[in-house]
């Protein structure tokens, strides 16, 4: 990702090891026992950043038609597939993700994980278009399992190849230097 000042707008650089270990407990506790809270939303974004670099970094490192994501990488395509035959994978079309009929629609979507797949619903970033990196610009919030089945399809599509075979490109140039 590379991209220092999101970083520095969550103020990841300044959370330290004990900061970290609160946010998770903090993070941990039922969404019941807090209201809005600025604290808890912050921490909220430095989790959802946290996925995106490493998610980043996987994607970067290992060809992603290889990777499953899940045990339940089938099941969540299939149903992707089968409800979203349309969805447009390569640049995500806002309108398919955040109308009130989108919003439906992936609510019932959504809501078929809940009992197996773990925090199905959690804020996660995903990238808008599959050919970029995570920076202001290219990223959105979804929920987990909306991030698990644009990216499985994505990964099954050879679409996020792009990324991977960049750094391999890099990692050789760099070697011949």
């Not at 994501?69 to 299939?78: A, K, M, Q, R, V």
């Not at 955040?98 to 797949?117: G, H, I, L, P, S």
């Amino acid at each position: 990702m590379g991209d220092k000042s999101i970083l520095g707008d969550l103020g990841i650089s300044n959370l330290g090891a004990d900061g970290a270990m609160a946010a998770g407990h903090a993070l941990s506790r039922p969404a019941e026992e807090y209201e809005n809270n600025a604290e808890v939303e912050m921490m909220w974004a430095i989790k959802a950043y946290e996925h995106a670099e490493t998610y980043y970094k996987l994607i970067s490192a290992i060809d992603p038609k290889l990777l499953k994501l899940t045990p339940l990488d089938d099941e969540i395509n299939g149903e992707f597939v089968s409800q979203f035959p349309d969805f447009t994978l390569d640049i995500l079309k806002i309108d398919e993700l955040k109308t009130d009929d989108a919003k439906e629609k992936w609510r019932n979507y959504c809501n078929q994980f809940e009992n197996t797949v773990e925090d199905f619903n959690f804020a996660t970033l995903v990238r808008l278009d599959c050919k970029g990196d995570y920076s202001e610009e290219n990223s959105i919030l979804v929920t987990r399992i909306q991030f698990f089945a644009i990216e499985i399809a994505r990964n099954r599509r050879g679409l996020n190849s792009s990324l991977h075979l960049k750094k391999q490109h890099k990692s050789a140039s760099s070697d011949t230097s």
